[in-house]
């Protein structure tokens, strides 16, 4: 049922070529979405539209971008516009985790790498969202942005990452309050210690707010994606404007 009913439907997942991007991708397709998979990597790209399989080929469309680049999403949402007339739903996914270091170590271009991909390149898709659901028939569309726990509490030597992520619950805020009166809905994902490879040292050991490194549980990806498309298959009168999925055990919550 759900397929038939997400047939026509057009998507747009940043960063898709690996980890929660690929997987939320490849479960839009599984319900019959039609979806542009958009990153910098042309080949891990293709490789997510062929895990996809031989049914989903005629709608999956990979797409070479550098959401940084405002040039770049505006030829993506160009060539979107002209091929469907729409966007029903803007997976702002994207983003990079800077090396750690104390405030004052930060080198200056992993500070402006991760304002540019996590914050400025999530604000240059939400626009260009914007601009097109306003004006599609039917109007509006959904736009889910992925958070973090840092969007909540930071990580020691983390704060080019966290900064953005804090930044990405004001652009939630904003852009739900301006997307209401057209019926654009924007909500937020939060996501703590997803088995992934960005999360490979939270396995092993990883930097504790008390000074020791001690290893964090993980859980699996599947927890992010059934969490994802909850929000996804919302009708848009009805919108999650936060939601976090994390590992249970992970020390998030208290003062550990």
């Known amino acids: 049922m759900q ?10 997942v940043t960063g898709a070529g690996s980890g929660i991007g690929r997987a939320c991708a490849l479960a839009l397709l599984a319900e019959g979405w039609t979806v542009w998979l958009a990153g910098r990597r042309l080949p891990a790209l293709q490789e997510t539209a062929r895990l996809a399989g031989q049914a989903a080929a005629a ?20 060539v979107i516009r002209a091929t469907h007339g729409r966007l029903d ?72 990452y966290t900064a953005t992520k804090h930044a990405i619950t004001g652009l939630t805020k904003a852009a739900a309050l301006d997307g209401r009166a057209f019926d654009i809905a924007v909500g937020q994902l939060d996501i703590g210690n997803v088995a992934s490879d960005m ?6 050991g990883v930097l504790q707010a008390d000074g020791s490194v001690r290893p964090e549980p993980r859980m699996d990806m599947d927890a992010v994606v059934q969490t994802f498309m909850t929000m996804a298959r919302l009708p848009l009168q009805a919108n999650v404007l936060f939601a976090t999925v994390m590992a249970t055990r992970m020390p998030f919550v208290g003062r550990g």
């Open 89 to 160: 739903l803007l997976f702002n996914n994207a983003g990079i985790f800077p090396p750690a270091a104390a405030p004052e170590a930060v080198a200056l271009e992993d500070w402006q790498r991760a304002v540019q991909t996590n914050l400025n390149g999530a604000f240059y898709c939400l626009r260009a969202a914007f601009a097109l659901m306003k004006t599609q028939q039917p109007r509006g569309g959904r736009i889910i942005n992925n958070g973090s726990i840092s969007a909540h509490a930071p990580r020691p030597g983390s704060i080019a």
């Open 59 to 78: 709608r999956v469309h990979p797409f070479e971008a550098d959401v940084g680049e405002p040039q770049d999403v505006q030829r993506l949402f160009d």
């Open 3 to 12: 397929q038939a009913l997400s047939s026509s439907r057009i998507a747009l």
């Open 199 to 204: 999360t490979e040292r939270m396995a092993a």
